[in-house]
């Protein structure tokens, strides 16, 4: 039975720093792309950042040289350390596993917008 727990969310001002947690059960993270979407209130999901099961990372433009993703494979636990977080960040942030990237020459455009499992979302809330 696949469980994925995110934890880690609150609310913090403008240029501050949070680091989001994702411990996962029911498979390992060489089976499936992993990564964290996010939602704000009337905006689609997008996503944020994710691992290819070849160690492959993806950023998403909006967030790139501020959040940071890894995984600790030993503890099958998936982290997002997002630093200089600014008020468009707010949203209900979500892990996931099981996306499938869209790709064009070569590059990855995005996460997509579906995944096989979901973790309960953590909201993310950046004062300005």
């Known amino acids: 039975d696949v469980q994925l727990q995110a934890s880690g969310g609150g609310l913090v001002q403008a240029g501050g720093s949070l680091r989001l947690s994702c411990a996962a059960s029911?498979?390992?993270?060489?089976?499936?792309?992993i990564g964290w979407f996010r939602q704000a209130p009337g905006k689609q999901r997008e996503g944020v950042s994710g691992i290819l099961t070849d160690g492959t990372t993806y950023y998403a433009d909006s967030v790139k040289g501020r959040f940071t993703i890894s995984s600790d494979n030993a503890r099958n636990t998936m982290y997002l350390q997002m630093n200089g977080l600014k008020p468009e960040d707010t949203a209900v942030y979500y892990c996931a596993a099981g996306f499938s990237p869209k790709r064009a020459s070569g590059r990855i455009l995005n996460m997509g917008l579906l995944a096989r499992f979901w973790g309960q979302g953590t909201q993310v809330t950046v004062s300005s």
């Open positions: 029911g498979f390992t993270f060489d089976e499936y792309t």
